[in-house]
Nanobody, 122 residues
Framework: VQLQASGGGLVQAGGSLRLSCAAS????????MGWFRQAPGKEREFVSA????????YYADSVKGRFTISRDNAKNTVYLQMNSLKPEDTAVYYCAARLSGSVVVGNGYDYWGQGTQVTVSS
């Protein structure tokens, strides 16, 4: 099983990036896919999640209205469209998958990707 995160980079404040998380190795149709981030010296925090089965979404308050999570069943890929980026969004972003339980809790996710760096300059 592999989750491959990509799409990070350096962007100016107010800019946009789209992260991708390509899933392989099993069927993820029953899974909940989450995005987390971790900034230097800070704890990992929940960003957003999508239920693969029905597309239901959930967002942290800090990104609501700026970020959009989606999934492409045919490509087995989850996306995180990030608009109006702020310097405080700078972090390593990770995608993860879990079969059940609270999507905002990092512990309990079954699979994690390797992370992709997002840097937002002011």
């Amino acid at each position: 099983v592999q989750l491959q995160a990509s799409g990070g980079g350096l962007v100016q404040a107010g800019g946009s990036l789209r992260l991708s998380c390509a899933a392989s190795g099993r069927t993820f149709s029953s899974y909940r896919m989450g995005w987390f981030r971790q900034a230097p010296g800070k704890e990992r925090e929940f960003v957003s999640a999508v239920w693969w089965s029905d597309g239901r979404t959930y967002y942290a308050d800090s990104v609501k209205g700026r970020f959009t999570i989606s999934r492409d069943n045919a490509k087995n890929t989850v996306y995180l469209q990030m608009n109006s980026l702020k310097p405080e969004d700078t972090a390593v972003y990770y995608c993860a998958a879990r079969l059940s339980g609270s999507v905002v809790v990092g512990n309990g996710y079954d699979y994690w990707g390797q992370g992709t760096q997002v840097t937002v300059s002011s």
